[in-house]
Nanobody
């Protein structure tokens, strides 16, 4: 199983980035997926999750209205569109897969993890 996150980078506050997570080695379309992030000196936290169909999504309050999660099951790829970025969004972003039959917001429910992609937002 492999989850390959990409799309991170340096962006100014107010800018946008789109993260991607390419999945392989398992039946991507049958698993709920999530994005987590970890800022320097802080614990990893839930950002967003999406059901296996893409029909249900969930977001942390801190990103609601600015981030949008989506997936393309035909391409085995998960996305996170991040708009109106703030310096406090600076973190390593991780994609993860869970067998939970709901959108889990705690990391211990997630079985597979990507390596992370760094997002840096300058003020």
């Amino acid at each position: 199983v492999q989850l390959q996150a990409s799309g991170g980078g340096l962006v100014q506050a107010g800018g946008s980035l789109r993260l991607s997570c390419a999945a392989s080695g398992y039946t991507f379309s049958s698993w709920n997926m999530g994005w987590f992030r970890q800022a320097p000196g802080k614990e990893r936290e839930f950002v967003s999750g999406i059901s296996w169909t893409g029909g249900t999504t969930d977001y942390a309050d801190s990103v609601k209205g600015r981030f949008a999660i989506s997936r393309d099951n035909a391409k085995n790829t998960l996305y996170l569109q991040m708009n109106s970025l703030k310096p406090e969004d600076t973190a390593i972003y991780y994609c993860a897969a869970t067998r939970a039959n709901y959108i889990a917001t705690t990391q211990h429910w997630y079985l597979y993890w990507g390596q992370g992609t760094l997002v840096t937002v300058s003020s």
